[in-house]
């Protein structure tokens, strides 16, 4: 079964940072792409980064600059390094794969970063 872990997620200051990984397992990793989505309190989800399974990469408009997606192979993990972290930053962030017409979503980590 498609299993997704986030971890790293925390309380921060204004212009700090942190890395979030997500965990794989359960489905041939290497072979998918592999998105991060966020959600804020009463805001719809939305698409912060995508890795192709080639190391392609595509970015939302607000994080472009501050966030970098990478992907292990060997490890079968995402990673999310978030730099100069902005208030508005702050929601529970997701892993996300789609296979075989499926969404699959990890249970979620929240960041918080204070002004």
């Known amino acids: 079964q498609v299993l997704l872990v986030e971890s790293g997620g925390g309380l921060v200051q204004l212009g700090g940072s942190l890395r979030l990984s997500c965990a794989a397992s359960?489905?041939?990793?290497?072979?998918?792409?592999m998105d991060w989505y966020r959600q804020a309190p009463g805001k719809q989800r939305e698409l912060v980064a995508t890795i192709t399974w080639r190391g392609e990469t595509n970015y939302a408009d607000s994080v472009k600059g501050r966030f970098v997606i990478s992907r292990d192979n060997v490890k079968n993990t995402v990673y999310l390094q978030m730099n100069t972290l902005r208030p508005e930053d702050t929601a529970v962030y997701y892993c996300?794969?789609?296979?075989?017409?499926?969404?699959?979503w990890g249970q979620g980590t929240q960041v918080t970063v204070s002004s």
């Open positions: 996300h794969v789609l296979r075989q017409g499926s969404d699959y």
């Open positions: 359960g489905f041939s990793f290497y072979l998918y792409a």
